[in-house]
């Protein structure tokens, strides 16, 4: 059962309180350029913030609008995306960039539908970007916020689904300033997992990272990276370039071909333009 005594204006006062004394700065808080808050999102799923920063920065200098990026070479992207991993999220987010320079003037759309038919844009993704660029009112859950509520709501449970969350989330929603309340909620959050045990671990949907070394993850990224130079090899030479065995090569080839990132060229592999 969610803890009845715990009051919400006392818990979003709580919240508020922490932001105001111990609000992180990020570049992508300091501006409501909804490209430039799109691929703060994508470059920030499943990656660090000190590892985005430096990338971030360079990548708007790199492709300062949607039509540079549109426009820009996928070996050029690629070379840009190198040391964020995940190749596949620059793939998608210079896909989404053609579709909207070609489809939306230029511009990222601001409606939820559209924004879901974009290449990587998930429920989350588009949600956040709503908030954060335009100021919208969006319910929606990620690591850190999942911390907060867990830690707040069900502290002495376990396999808390999100399903239970949502609602919380919800009610709670500071509707005067939303994206000031999800930084808000990510901060608070990001120093919960520092400060205690991870609230996370109570989640239904809590999982460990698997090793990268001799993963899938790590040939994939192998090979991504020895394509983005625009050569192209066979398996034989992928392995000999990557410094991996032919089997894991080709197992990576698999769903690389498959998600349209590397194109097969009867035997001969490149990335995909």
């Not at 003037?105 to 038919?117: A, I, K, M, R, Y």
């Not at 309340?181 to 901060?187: C, E, G, H, K, S």
Request: contains cysteine; aromatic residues 12%.
């Amino acid at each position: 059962m969610i803890k009845k005594s715990l009051n919400i204006d006392q818990f979003r006062q709580t919240i508020l309180e922490h932001y105001n004394q111990e609000k992180r700065d990020f570049p992508w808080r300091e501006t409501n350029d909804p490209y430039a808050i799109l691929t703060s999102e994508i470059m920030l799923q499943q990656t660090q913030t000190d590892r985005v920063v430096p990338k971030y920065l360079a990548w708007l200098d790199s492709f300062p609008d949607i039509h540079a990026l549109a426009q820009a070479e996928t070996t050029e992207v690629l070379e840009r995306w190198v040391g964020l991993g995940y190749n596949r999220r620059a793939i998608f987010l210079h896909r989404a960039a053609k579709i909207m320079d070609s489809e939306y003037n230029g511009f990222v759309p601001q409606e939820l539908t559209d924004l879901l038919s974009l290449p990587g844009i998930g429920p989350y993704t588009a949600r956040a970007i709503r908030t954060f660029a335009w100021g919208y009112p969006e319910v929606f859950i990620e690591t850190n916020i999942r911390s907060v509520f867990l830690f707040f709501f069900f502290p002495d449970q376990t396999a808390i689904d999100d399903s239970n969350i949502m609602p919380l989330i919800e009610s709670s929603l500071y509707l005067e300033d939303p994206r000031t309340w999800y930084y808000a909620l990510m901060d608070y959050g990001s120093v919960l997992k520092r400060k205690t045990i991870n609230p996370n671990r109570n989640s239904k949907h809590y999982s460990k990272q698997s090793r990268f070394t001799g993963s899938n993850r790590e040939a994939r990224g192998a090979i991504v990276r020895t394509l983005s130079t625009g050569a192209r090899y066979t398996i034989t030479d992928l392995a000999t370039q990557c410094g991996l065995d032919r089997e894991r090569i080709t197992k990576a080839l698999l769903g690389l071909t498959k998600e349209g990132i590397v194109c097969d060229m009867d035997g001969v592999y490149g990335i995909y333009e």
